[in-house]
Protein backbone atom coordinates (compact mmCIF):
# COMPACT_ATOMS: atom_id res chain seq x y z
CA UNK A 1 0.00 0.00 0.00
CA UNK A 2 1.10 3.47 -0.90
CA UNK A 3 0.55 5.40 2.34
CA UNK A 4 2.41 4.61 5.82
CA UNK A 5 0.86 3.40 9.03
CA UNK A 6 2.06 4.38 12.65
CA UNK A 7 0.51 3.42 15.72
CA UNK A 8 1.36 4.42 19.41
CA UNK A 9 1.20 1.69 22.29
CA UNK A 10 1.25 1.88 25.87
CA UNK A 11 -0.54 1.73 29.33
CA UNK A 12 -2.86 4.20 30.36
CA UNK A 13 -1.15 7.70 30.88
CA UNK A 14 2.23 6.75 28.97
CA UNK A 15 1.80 9.80 27.09
CA UNK A 16 0.47 8.57 23.70
CA UNK A 17 -1.73 11.02 22.55
CA UNK A 18 0.57 13.65 23.18
CA UNK A 19 3.66 12.43 21.23
CA UNK A 20 1.44 11.18 18.21
CA UNK A 21 0.17 14.55 18.21
CA UNK A 22 4.01 15.95 18.10
CA UNK A 23 4.44 13.68 15.46
CA UNK A 24 1.35 14.73 13.32
CA UNK A 25 2.75 18.07 13.34
CA UNK A 26 6.35 16.59 11.91
CA UNK A 27 5.15 14.43 9.31
CA UNK A 28 2.78 17.53 8.27
CA UNK A 29 5.81 19.39 8.56
CA UNK A 30 7.07 17.29 5.77
CA UNK A 31 4.61 17.52 3.50
CA UNK A 32 2.63 14.56 3.63
CA UNK A 33 -1.04 14.64 4.60
CA UNK A 34 -2.26 12.80 7.95
CA UNK A 35 -4.74 10.99 8.98
CA UNK A 36 -4.80 11.38 13.41
CA UNK A 37 -7.28 8.45 14.54
CA UNK A 38 -8.14 6.29 17.39
CA UNK A 39 -9.13 3.13 18.61
CA UNK A 40 -11.37 2.43 20.29
CA UNK A 41 -13.80 5.23 18.91
CA UNK A 42 -11.98 5.96 15.47
CA UNK A 43 -15.70 6.62 13.64
CA UNK A 44 -19.49 7.44 14.41
CA UNK A 45 -20.11 3.62 14.86
CA UNK A 46 -16.72 3.16 16.93
CA UNK A 47 -17.96 5.99 19.12
CA UNK A 48 -21.12 4.11 19.97
CA UNK A 49 -19.03 0.74 20.51
CA UNK A 50 -16.59 3.00 22.34
CA UNK A 51 -19.32 4.30 25.25
CA UNK A 52 -20.21 0.62 25.14
CA UNK A 53 -17.06 -0.83 26.40
CA UNK A 54 -15.66 2.40 28.55
CA UNK A 55 -19.12 3.76 29.94
CA UNK A 56 -21.85 1.40 30.37
CA UNK A 57 -22.35 0.59 33.62
CA UNK A 58 -21.86 -3.17 34.60
CA UNK A 59 -18.80 -6.17 33.72
CA UNK A 60 -18.42 -7.02 30.13
CA UNK A 61 -18.02 -10.36 29.36
CA UNK A 62 -14.36 -11.13 28.32
CA UNK A 63 -14.85 -12.49 25.18
CA UNK A 64 -17.52 -9.78 24.32
CA UNK A 65 -14.97 -7.66 24.97
CA UNK A 66 -12.84 -8.72 22.84
CA UNK A 67 -15.53 -8.75 20.21
CA UNK A 68 -16.30 -5.56 20.67
CA UNK A 69 -13.09 -3.97 19.97
CA UNK A 70 -12.84 -6.02 17.44
CA UNK A 71 -15.83 -4.84 15.94
CA UNK A 72 -14.89 -1.53 16.15
CA UNK A 73 -11.70 -1.72 14.42
CA UNK A 74 -12.76 -3.76 11.78
CA UNK A 75 -15.42 -0.72 10.87
CA UNK A 76 -12.49 1.50 11.15
CA UNK A 77 -10.12 0.04 9.00
CA UNK A 78 -12.80 -0.63 6.36
CA UNK A 79 -14.03 2.90 6.12
CA UNK A 80 -11.43 5.25 7.13
CA UNK A 81 -7.81 3.65 7.66
CA UNK A 82 -7.68 1.71 4.34
CA UNK A 83 -8.97 4.52 2.49
CA UNK A 84 -6.54 6.86 3.39
CA UNK A 85 -3.43 3.94 2.98
CA UNK A 86 -4.85 3.61 -0.48
CA UNK A 87 -4.74 7.23 -0.73
CA UNK A 88 -0.86 7.35 -0.24
CA UNK A 89 -1.16 9.36 3.48
CA UNK A 90 0.32 8.99 6.45
CA UNK A 91 -2.06 7.07 9.44
CA UNK A 92 -1.21 7.92 13.07
CA UNK A 93 -2.90 6.12 15.45
CA UNK A 94 -3.72 6.11 19.25
CA UNK A 95 -3.81 2.29 19.57
CA UNK A 96 -4.59 -0.76 17.33
CA UNK A 97 -4.95 -4.38 17.33
CA UNK A 98 -1.53 -4.59 19.93
CA UNK A 99 -4.06 -3.45 22.73
CA UNK A 100 -6.43 -5.78 22.27
CA UNK A 101 -3.50 -8.44 22.68
CA UNK A 102 -1.92 -6.99 26.01
CA UNK A 103 -5.33 -5.59 27.30
CA UNK A 104 -7.75 -8.65 26.32
CA UNK A 105 -5.06 -11.20 25.94
CA UNK A 106 -2.74 -10.55 29.21
CA UNK A 107 -5.14 -8.49 31.07
CA UNK A 108 -8.38 -10.40 30.87
CA UNK A 109 -6.40 -13.88 30.63
CA UNK A 110 -7.91 -14.96 26.96
CA UNK A 111 -5.50 -16.45 24.69
CA UNK A 112 -3.28 -13.68 22.83
CA UNK A 113 -2.61 -15.60 19.51
CA UNK A 114 -6.74 -16.04 19.68
CA UNK A 115 -6.77 -12.39 20.07
CA UNK A 116 -4.31 -11.79 17.40
CA UNK A 117 -6.30 -14.13 14.86
CA UNK A 118 -9.32 -12.14 15.87
CA UNK A 119 -8.06 -8.99 14.71
CA UNK A 120 -6.19 -10.00 11.86
CA UNK A 121 -9.42 -11.61 10.88
CA UNK A 122 -11.13 -8.27 11.69
CA UNK A 123 -8.98 -6.09 9.71
CA UNK A 124 -7.99 -8.22 6.60
CA UNK A 125 -4.41 -8.94 8.10
CA UNK A 126 -3.91 -4.93 8.26
CA UNK A 127 -0.61 -4.19 10.34
CA UNK A 128 1.55 -0.95 10.76
CA UNK A 129 4.60 -0.88 9.44
CA UNK A 130 6.04 1.17 12.86
CA UNK A 131 4.43 0.57 16.28
CA UNK A 132 5.76 2.98 19.20
CA UNK A 133 5.62 1.60 22.62
CA UNK A 134 5.91 4.09 25.45
CA UNK A 135 7.09 1.77 27.84
CA UNK A 136 6.51 3.19 31.53
CA UNK A 137 6.29 1.29 35.20
CA UNK A 138 2.42 1.23 35.90
CA UNK A 139 2.45 2.80 39.11
CA UNK A 140 4.32 5.66 37.24
CA UNK A 141 1.86 5.84 34.89
CA UNK A 142 -1.05 5.71 37.14
CA UNK A 143 0.06 8.70 39.06
CA UNK A 144 0.13 10.62 35.53
CA UNK A 145 -3.22 9.57 34.90
CA UNK A 146 -4.10 10.92 38.01
CA UNK A 147 -3.14 14.28 37.53
CA UNK A 148 -5.40 14.69 34.49
CA UNK A 149 -8.04 15.16 37.25
CA UNK A 150 -10.52 12.91 34.79
CA UNK A 151 -12.84 10.74 36.02
CA UNK A 152 -11.15 7.14 35.51
CA UNK A 153 -13.22 4.84 32.60
CA UNK A 154 -13.98 1.19 33.28
CA UNK A 155 -10.41 0.15 32.03
CA UNK A 156 -8.41 2.81 33.89
CA UNK A 157 -10.11 1.20 37.65
CA UNK A 158 -8.25 -1.82 36.66
CA UNK A 159 -5.42 -2.95 39.59
CA UNK A 160 -1.84 -2.34 38.99
CA UNK A 161 -1.31 -5.93 38.94
CA UNK A 162 -3.60 -6.12 35.20
CA UNK A 163 -1.74 -2.79 33.80
CA UNK A 164 2.03 -5.04 34.59
CA UNK A 165 0.34 -7.93 33.06
CA UNK A 166 -0.48 -5.39 29.97
CA UNK A 167 2.85 -4.09 30.11
CA UNK A 168 4.77 -7.69 29.99
CA UNK A 169 2.63 -8.42 27.06
CA UNK A 170 3.82 -5.42 25.21
CA UNK A 171 7.42 -5.62 25.77
CA UNK A 172 6.99 -9.38 24.56
CA UNK A 173 5.54 -8.53 21.09
CA UNK A 174 8.06 -5.75 20.91
CA UNK A 175 10.81 -8.67 21.49
CA UNK A 176 8.46 -10.93 18.60
CA UNK A 177 8.68 -8.32 15.94
CA UNK A 178 11.65 -5.75 16.31
CA UNK A 179 10.95 -5.04 13.08
CA UNK A 180 7.90 -3.29 14.03
CA UNK A 181 8.09 -1.90 17.45
CA UNK A 182 10.46 0.81 18.62
CA UNK A 183 10.42 0.65 21.81
CA UNK A 184 10.52 4.19 24.05
CA UNK A 185 11.63 5.27 27.62
CA UNK A 186 8.57 6.90 28.85
CA UNK A 187 10.83 8.09 31.52
CA UNK A 188 12.74 10.33 29.19
CA UNK A 189 11.65 13.97 28.23
CA UNK A 190 9.04 15.01 26.28
CA UNK A 191 11.63 16.42 23.53
CA UNK A 192 14.15 13.24 23.89
CA UNK A 193 11.19 10.96 23.05
CA UNK A 194 9.90 13.08 20.06
CA UNK A 195 13.80 13.18 18.69
CA UNK A 196 13.72 9.48 18.25
CA UNK A 197 10.29 8.95 16.91
CA UNK A 198 11.29 11.75 14.39
CA UNK A 199 14.49 9.65 13.22
CA UNK A 200 12.81 6.44 12.92
CA UNK A 201 9.89 8.13 11.09
CA UNK A 202 12.02 10.50 8.53
CA UNK A 203 13.91 6.81 7.59
CA UNK A 204 10.14 6.04 6.90
CA UNK A 205 9.33 8.83 4.87
CA UNK A 206 12.52 9.11 2.94
P1 LIG B 1 -7.86 5.14 25.25
O1 LIG B 1 -8.70 5.81 24.22
O2 LIG B 1 -6.41 5.09 25.02
O3 LIG B 1 -8.16 5.77 26.68
P2 LIG B 1 -8.28 7.30 27.09
O4 LIG B 1 -8.87 8.08 25.97
O5 LIG B 1 -9.17 7.19 28.30
O6 LIG B 1 -6.88 7.71 27.40
O7 LIG B 1 -8.34 3.64 25.40
C1 LIG B 1 -9.45 3.28 26.11
C2 LIG B 1 -9.22 2.00 26.84
O8 LIG B 1 -9.48 0.88 26.02
C3 LIG B 1 -7.81 1.83 27.36
O9 LIG B 1 -7.88 1.58 28.76
C4 LIG B 1 -7.28 0.61 26.66
C5 LIG B 1 -8.49 -0.12 26.22
N1 LIG B 1 -8.35 -0.93 24.99
C6 LIG B 1 -8.43 -2.31 25.07
O10 LIG B 1 -8.58 -2.88 26.15
N2 LIG B 1 -8.35 -3.05 23.91
C7 LIG B 1 -8.22 -2.47 22.68
O11 LIG B 1 -8.16 -3.16 21.65
C8 LIG B 1 -8.12 -1.03 22.63
C9 LIG B 1 -7.97 -0.34 21.30
C10 LIG B 1 -8.20 -0.30 23.80
Not at 3 to 32: C, H, M, N, P, Y
Amino acid sequence: MPGLFISFEGIDGVGKSTQADALEEFVRSKGFEVVRSLEPGGTELGQEIRHLLLHRKGDVAPRAEALLYAADRAHHVATKIRPALEAGKVVIQDRYLDSSVAYQGAGRELDAKEVRDLSLWATNGLLPKLTVLLDLDPVAARARRDQTGNEPDRLEREKIEFFSAVRECYLQLAADEPERFLVVDATASREEIQECIRARVAELLA
